[in-house]
């Protein structure tokens, strides 16, 4: 199982930004930023083929958010800029091993323990 770490999460108004850091213990087939909601089921945002750096990204955060990848440090950057109240939630990200499917959410068996974004109006 691979260990991630999230970082940067925090409170920003309205049309702020914030940049994320998922640090990764080892290669991954894929590497993905999902979010969850109070009383919300988790969503992915943007999952991503680290050889490729093909990624797909949630409808809802298209044109505002981008991924980037560090494979030295093996490090996966998000920046999220035009935040939204609708951000907010616990944002993690997670990681898949193997030849599969990284647009299938079910692929993703290693969790980080998520950084809180908040967004206010």
């Known amino acids: 199982r691979v260990q991630l770490v999230e970082s940067g999460g925090g409170s920003v108004q309205a049309g702020g930004s914030l940049r994320l850091s998922c640090a990764a213990s080892g290669y991954t087939r894929c590497l993905g930023w999902f979010r969850q909601a109070p009383g919300k089921e988790r969503e992915g945002v943007a999952l991503?083929?680290?050889?490729?750096?093909?990624?797909n990204w949630a409808d809802a955060v298209k044109g505002r958010f981008t991924a980037s990848l560090d494979i030295p440090k093996n490090m996966l950057y998000r920046q999220m800029n035009s935040l939204k109240p609708e951000d907010t939630a616990m944002y993690y990200c997670?990681?898949?091993?193997?030849?599969?499917?990284?647009?299938?959410?079910?692929?993703?068996?290693?969790w980080g323990q998520g950084t809180q974004v908040t967004v206010s109006s």
């Open positions: 991503i083929y680290t050889g490729s750096k093909n990624t």
């Open positions: 997670a990681a898949a091993q193997g030849p599969v499917n990284c647009w299938d959410p079910d692929e993703y068996v290693s």
